[in-house]
């Protein structure tokens, strides 16, 4: 997941595997009872939605070969004609749905502004736009939201002040300099832990502190920093000053910290159970013992205190470095992480680094657009009662249940079928297979927000509060059993994921829409989308991170010593394969991008074993010439049609752990003979891999 400027690092979304990079911040799913029936009746009007991005054989490229560029093939002839809009970073399948489900989403938060008496979810969307909209009660206030706060940093002299304040922010749902919140156990997955992990730093990843190559983004920050200190107040020439040091600040920070690729593809870097008293140990300057007590939380036996070495350092600072930077530094963030919500003066600095200089975004955001993020970021289960009641039918669902137990079939036979493995770690296999847990569309128990108080004349107040609201009803899981009915995404999210820690696969409400998922299409379509996504989610239970845990959910090896030997060998030879890909000359990261790579491989195989079994027997109903098989791969290719601003494509490449789309579109089916035949490819044509370069893992 990618996500800007977080604030609480949800353990959850952290190791669970999407299907896409993400950039929203997700609010925490669900508990309780559902919220009071709508004080007007919700309707859509389906004219003023974006239509999808369905393949259609026009859309092929017949100066193409399949057997050569499969994904040119497919999509460049819709990628030339389509440019990226200019308030996006990329543009294809996945954001053309998004912008459908943003539309839907419009409506909704309008007619809940517009309601008399609006109570419960309702009445908390509705503020949330209303606040929103009003720019000029907003520009009116200026920086004047904050002032308390600043006032409050201003006045910190020491480190038992600094330290006190990291506490106490924090327990507002405000820590700018870690992530902490609860998840599953790793060694126990039915009871919530506290985590506490890394954070802190303004740009994406610890390379763009270190890495000559991008210290064109260094500087671009640098003057970033220094123009947010300026606008809230800070004299010019005193800005620039507190920007070095915030950049020195940070760059200690970024040594000390994980970087993207040790993180996704080390799991077991998130787990450090200690005591409270050891880790008051490890930071002196910084007791965890107050900072629990300071959450409202009972001190527990042990908590994880994931990257210890960051933590450390974070102590280290707090004796050796001037309060004058700490201050510089907490002035700085607060400011900047509450720029969407002050005036425009913030807003468009905000984007013109965020947005333009990080991304290659060419035009903010409209206002309406940014307002929605906001509360899909701050209530998104909320919205997404609102969202399911008008566009998700129950048809979709049983559909959707039909096609998740013939992928399931399907990848059981495959495990099954395996040479390279053994009979002792095949049967732990199927025993994983078979606590898989489906969850389709939404959640079958929705959150309770009674509790959240929201206003319709305060835009950073309702964040502030929901901050806080989110912050709370998560600590409240710590210590207690894990509740499976949560979700860790919005229905109204065009996104799937696994969990590993409770062996679950979640497709949202908003992904099961064309071209992924569409009832009234044949299975070709269906199986070689949605079908494909099923598959890969599955998949994820068994890539290099997902096979470390067992059917229960717990952190544990089931392997024998030489299956595991050879599933690295295998792993290996994919990360070779992307490796050999390029981007405008810049190398794809292999090993970043393994778990998506095993999880696409394995998906797309799973899913055209599913489709052949799902049509033995049945005529092949050729479509515009195109065999059954022909329109499966096709369909997988549409569904990675996308093409990225040059600046979020290195954005990407640096962080992601997803391939970039064009090599998703040909990586796995490159691999099976299956598309070989399809197309009836030649043996040494670029989409035949064969011998010691094919790969065949699940």
Known sequence: MIVSNPKILLLTLAVSAALVGCKKEETPAATAAAPAAAATELKLDESK?????????????ASKDACTDFGGYVNDKWLNANEIPADRTSWGAFTILDERSVAVQHQLAEQAAAMKNATGIEKIVGDFWAAGMDEAKINALGITPLQGDLTAIDALQDTAAIANYLRTSAAKGENVLFGFGPEADFKNSSMNMAYASQGGLGLPDTTYYTDASKADKLNAYKAHVAKVLELSGVAAADAAKQADEVMKFETRLAKASKSSVELSRDVSLYYNPVSVADADKLTPNFSWTEFFKAQGIAAPATFSLAMPGFHEEVSK???????????AYLRFHTVDGASPFLSDAFVQENYAFYGKELNGQKEIKPRWK?????????AGEAFGQMYVKVAFSPESKAKMEVLVKNLADALKDRIQGLAWMSDETKAKAIAKWETFTPKIGYPDKWRDWSGLSTTHDDYLGNVRAANA????WALAKIGQPVDKTEWGMTPQ???????PLQNEIVFPAAILQPPFFDANADDAVNYGGIGAVIGHEMTHGYDDQGSRFGPTGNFENWWTEADSKG???????????FNEYRVDGQQVNGSLTLGENIADLGGLATAYDALQKASAGKE????????RDQRFFFNWATVWRTKYTAENAKVRLATDPHAPAQFRAMGAPSNLPTFAAAFQCKAGSPMVRAGDKQVVIW
């Open 317 to 327: 600072m707090l004796g050796d470095t001037d309060p004058a930077a700490w201050r």
């Open 49 to 61: 939605l974006p239509a999808y991005n369905a393949f259609t054989a026009a859309d092929l490229d």
């Open 567 to 577: 599933f690295s060998g295998l792993t290996g030879k994919l990360v070779n394969q």
């Open 493 to 499: 999210m065009v996104n799937a994921y696994y969990n």
């Open 469 to 472: 609201f989110n912050y709370k």
């Open 370 to 378: 940014q307002v929605l993020g906001t509360v899909e970021n701050n």
């Open 620 to 627: 092949d109903p050729k479509v515009e010439g195109f065999t």
